[in-house]
């Protein structure tokens, strides 16, 4: 899962939110020092990612992408996901994708010292460059990945891994909805468990 499903699926606050985000960027055992819902939520998003590897679903759309992806997949898969996710955005939430997306980013800056030092890097870019809503846009999707290929130093063909999501679009988005309630049933047990 990306940004966007890992915010959905936590509690609506802005530490909620931080973690969910620094999921991707604390590694390691989590510091008592952080605030108790920072922490919770961060633990939760390591389930999250746990929870996606192992899925059969996420396997299944994982294997209909051209294996010569290879380790690339997984992450094309989550950014397909997020893309679904903001573009059928209205069957899950009753809130406006854009009125959620500025609600995070406002509490995001609200709680910006406890951010870890790369999310507060990336925040004035989110917030600059509406990342949550502009992932409706298939041409967002596709600068995202070339971002990402950038980033690994082009270890690995991800930017050309968007040509998957027209080829394949129907059957991932069938298998982002059976994902989505296999994910959600999850968290709100680990949410009463962290």
Known sequence: M???AHLYLSDPN??????????DF?????SASIPTELARHLKIHRR???LTQSSEVFQTSRRRLDPRFRHARSVLIDVFY???LAQRWDDYSSQSLADFAQKVYQGLQSCYHHLSPTLQQQLP???EYDWLTSYRDPKVVQRVLIRLEERI??????AEGFSQLDLHRHELETDFVIFM???QSAVEKWKLEI
Do not use: C, Q, T
């Open 48 to 50: 999250i990612d746990s």
């Open 153 to 158: 130093n082009h270890k690995l063909p991800i």
């Open 125 to 127: 870019r989110m917030v």
């Open 82 to 84: 997020d893309h679904f």
């Open 14 to 23: 802005p530490l909620a939110w931080a973690g969910s985000l620094m999921g």
């Open 181 to 183: 309630n296999e994910v």
């Open 26 to 30: 604390v590694k390691g055992k989590v």
């Open 2 to 4: 990306n940004y966007l």
